[in-house]
């Protein structure tokens, strides 16, 4: 069975400096992981994704993951910290087989100080 | 529309009630799926369609749940004699398909407050 673990229910950071959000899982077989977020009264929106190939993942608004399989990790981070980044991140991997669907971690909600 | 349409956005019941909560999917999208998102309870799967099949209810919660879709398109999730724990953003998402690599698009959820 799959499953996602994020450390840090809360992560707070100075505008400018990185970000590190923190995702361990869980999986028998290769992973397919994702990253969301979700601003303020809004649905989750996808930020990045690893399927196969470069384990670099770049995706929007300057994020990017790594995905270390030696680790079982896919940690977000994104080199400077910008006041629009506050949101709420989540992590998850995609249950391989009926319906493939996403099983999430508890998620982490990013405060950005000015 | 564009995107993962939800209705209504927020709905505001009696304990006891019934409610029935709307998703139409982007249009094309065969797959489709309804998750829960509670305080300290983060994302719980509900259910997901493929078509207007539902292979997978495992994740409903009680026997007062139940979900159907029609043509393929149009969602309804029903919630029978709700009850306070029932209180939460009710999200649905879908996808071109249910390959493993595929995205899931989310809606902006329905919030349900049980009083």
């Known amino acids: 069975a799959q499953s996602v673990t994020q450390l840090g229910s809360h992560v707070s950071v100075s505008e400018g400096a990185l970000v590190l959000l923190r995702c361990n899982y869980s999986?028998?077989?290769?992973?397919?992981l994702f990253w969301y977020v979700q601003y303020p009264n809004q649905g989750l929106q996808l930020l990045l994704k690893?399927?196969?190939?470069?384990?670099l993942v770049k995706g929007i608004n300057g994020f990017e993951a790594e995905f270390k399989k030696s680790e079982t990790s896919f940690h977000l981070t994104k080199p400077s910290a910008h006041m629009s980044d506050a949101a709420e991140y989540f992590c998850?991997?995609?249950?391989?087989?009926?319906?493939?669907?996403?099983?999430f971690g508890g998620g982490t909600r990013l405060m950005v100080k000015p | 529309g564009a995107g993962v349409s939800q209705s209504p956005s927020n709905k505001v019941t009696e304990k006891g009630k019934d409610v029935e909560l709307r998703c139409d999917p982007i249009?094309?999208?065969?797959?489709l799926y309804w998750y829960r998102q509670s305080l300290g309870q983060g994302l719980e799967f509900l259910i997901y369609?493929?078509?207007?099949?539902?292979?997978?209810k495992s994740g409903l919660p009680s026997d007062r749940f139940s979900a159907e879709r029609t043509g393929g398109s149009v969602s309804t999730l029903t919630i029978q004699r709700t009850q306070q724990e029932d209180s939460a953003v009710y999200l649905c998402?879908?996808?071109?398909?249910?390959?493993?690599?595929?995205?899931?698009?989310f809606g902006e959820g329905s919030r349900l407050t049980v009083l």
């Open positions: 369609f493929q078509g207007n099949s539902a292979p997978d």
């Open positions: 690893y399927t196969t190939g470069a384990t």
């Open positions: 998402a879908s996808s071109p398909g249910t390959g493993v690599a595929g995205e899931l698009f």
């Open positions: 998850a991997v995609k249950k391989v087989g009926a319906g493939n669907m996403l099983t």
């Open positions: 999986s028998s077989v290769p992973p397919y």
């Open positions: 249009s094309g999208h065969t797959a």
